[in-house]
């Protein structure tokens, strides 16, 4: 059974940094493809940043240049570093996990079979 468990969230001024993790349990980081969504109150779930297993990243337009993401392959962790914080990141973010590399190019929420409980991320302005 696949458990995703995320961690790191919290309130910070905008300008400021989180450091999110997510400890998956009954699978490896390392293979398919892992990534991190966010959703705001009355908004879709979106993608943020996702890895596949050769170590391909994709980062969504919004994000780029502010937001990292890498994994442990030792601890089993995915971790997303967020920085230059800005109000409209304000969401929670939820750690997935796809058996296969397809869902890098699928770049959808469809495409993840194995969802984390989420940890909320609010940025005050």
């Known amino acids: 059974q696949v458990q995703l468990v995320e961690s790191g969230g919290g309130l910070v001024q905008a300008g400021g940094s989180l450091r999110l993790s997510c400890a998956a349990f009954g699978r490896t980081v390392s293979s398919g493809t892992m990534g991190w969504f966010r959703q705001a109150p009355g908004k879709e779930r979106e993608l943020v940043a996702q890895i596949n297993s050769v170590g391909r990243i994709y980062y969504a337009e919004s994000v780029k240049g502010r937001f990292t993401i890498s994994r442990d392959n030792a601890k089993n962790t995915l971790t997303l570093h967020v920085n230059s914080l800005k109000p409209e990141d304000t969401a929670m973010y939820y750690c997935?996990?796809?058996?296969?590399?397809?869902?890098?190019?699928?770049?959808?929420?469809?495409?993840?079979?194995?969802w984390g409980q989420g940890t909320q991320v609010t940025v005050s302005s």
């Open positions: 997935a996990a796809s058996r296969s590399d397809i869902a890098y190019y699928m770049t959808s929420a469809a495409a993840y079979e194995h």
